[in-house]
């Protein structure tokens, strides 16, 4: 993504939900960028990062090191085993073709089980296909409805960047 369309996920993330004195689990992670967002506008946040790339997370607990409430795990979010938490964010990481037929339906199903308060992630909008080859996009429409079955509270922020859609899905 670019800074500017990450920053404008966040923005979105960040006003979906209270993340004052909260846990939160961040599914792909990458660098750590989402905590530096949430610690310049929230106070008590306690946080774990899972990332698959080595990398990512070197420059991640580097970033971080000092700050004791942040954990950072190299772990594949879809075998792993999910630390309950106040919010679940996914942020870009269910965007990716994956081989596994209903892929995108059980990750949804799989992070939400794992949120205490609120789940929240972000796809690509297939109105507006991606132009990479990698990338995945689904029908929003299609997305809000399994959300709705796992809470009747789902909602979906649109309007934000071009072709991208955010879920929020609360538990009741």
Do not use: W
Request: proline share 6%; hydrophobic share 40%.
């Amino acid at each position: 993504p670019t800074p500017e369309s990450q920053q404008a996920r966040f923005e979105v993330i960040a006003s979906s939900a209270d993340f004052t004195s909260s846990s939160v689990l961040d599914v792909g992670c990458g660098k750590g960028d989402l905590l530096s967002f949430l610690d310049a506008r929230f106070t008590g946040v306690s946080y774990t990062g899972i990332e698959q790339i080595p990398e990512f997370l070197a420059v991640a607990r580097s970033r971080f090191a000092d700050r004791p409430s942040a954990h950072f795990r190299h772990e594949d979010f879809t075998t792993a085993s999910l630390p309950e938490s106040d919010h679940v964010v996914a942020c870009g990481a269910l965007g990716y073709h994956s081989a596994e037929s209903g892929f995108v339906f059980n990750s949804i199903t799989r992070l939400f089980g794992a949120a205490r308060r609120t789940l929240i992630f972000n796809l690509l909008d297939a109105a507006n296909p991606p132009r990479h080859p990698l990338l995945a996009s689904y029908d929003v429409e299609e997305i809000a409805a399994h959300c709705r079955t796992l809470s009747p509270s789902a909602q979906v922020v649109r309007g934000y960047a071009p072709g991208d859609a955010t879920y929020v899905v609360m538990r009741t």
